[in-house]
């Protein structure tokens, strides 16, 4: 077997008895990432992994393909129907922003007026997560990989709330790989790297550029792509460095 995956595997272990926790919770959204984690905490914990379902205006087919993941892998699973909690919140929440002076509610009109109402996904998806780790003293795992955790393609405190983050060392190239190894269905690890952020939404549209080319930079540095690539990769990792790091305080301190 891949040494990289013995080697998570144990790491797996080791983060939860360190921790003194019970097992592992995962939240699988249909996609590759996700469906080679879970696999790696079955494996780690086989008895204690839970998979979780998440559907929150959600594309059908995401649903599906998790469903398909699970029961490929015959873990425990539920699925938590977001969808009404997301409805009762986002009145309240486009209603405050309505209400606001225009000098304050001028800075809603700027960026994609989509995100801040997508992000609303990921945090009620956290929030579900860590109800249920809670409950079964287990760990919530993430499913972020290094491709994008280096760019901060990922929601605050949403998808990026975990406990650990088992893949998050590993390009999206070598988590397909993996996913080979694994034996994850052909079809998730050809699906298109979405966030499920809308229906149709995809990672490398919403980026605005090719994992290929992110993973050139990644691992040749700055002359493996152009230099005008490397600078927008450059200033877009500067940007997102808060959301990789403890929120900082006036003395500088690292806790």
Request: aromatic letters at 6%; glycine letters at 8%; charged letters at 20%.
């Amino acid at each position: 077997m891949n040494p990289r995956i013995t080697d998570i595997v144990e790491w797996l272990r080791r983060r939860v008895n360190a921790a003194a926790a019970r097992g592992l919770v995962v939240g699988v959204s249909g996609g590759v990432d996700s469906a080679v984690v879970l696999r790696l905490c079955q494996m780690a914990m086989p008895e204690q992994t839970l998979a979780v379902t998440l559907p929150c205006s959600s594309d059908p087919q995401d649903e599906a393909d998790a469903g398909l993941v699970v029961t490929h892998f015959d873990v425990p699973s539920i699925v938590i129907d977001l969808e009404p909690a997301y409805e009762a919140i986002v009145l309240p929440l486009q209603s405050a922003l309505a209400s606001l002076p225009p000098a304050i509610a001028g800075a809603a009109t700027a960026g994609d007026s989509r995100l801040p109402l997508a992000n609303v996904r990921p945090r009620l998806r956290m929030t579900a997560l860590y109800f249920l780790a809670n409950s079964l003293n287990y760990l919530v795992v993430g499913t972020g990989n290094r491709s994008e955790l280096m760019v901060g393609y990922f929601t605050k405190h949403g998808d990026g709330g975990v406990d650990i983050l088992p893949i998050g060392h590993l390009l999206k190239s070598d988590v397909k790989e993996i996913a080979r190894e694994l034996g994850v269905p052909q079809p998730i690890i050809d699906k298109p790297p979405s966030a499920g952020l809308w229906v149709g939404q995809t990672d490398e549209a919403e980026m605005g550029f090719r994992y290929a080319d992110l993973e050139r930079y990644l691992a040749d540095g700055p002359e493996g792509v152009s230099p005008a690539f490397a600078l927008r990769l450059e200033r877009l990792i500067r940007s997102t460095e808060h959301k990789r790091a403890l929120p900082p305080d006036p003395s500088g301190a690292n806790f």
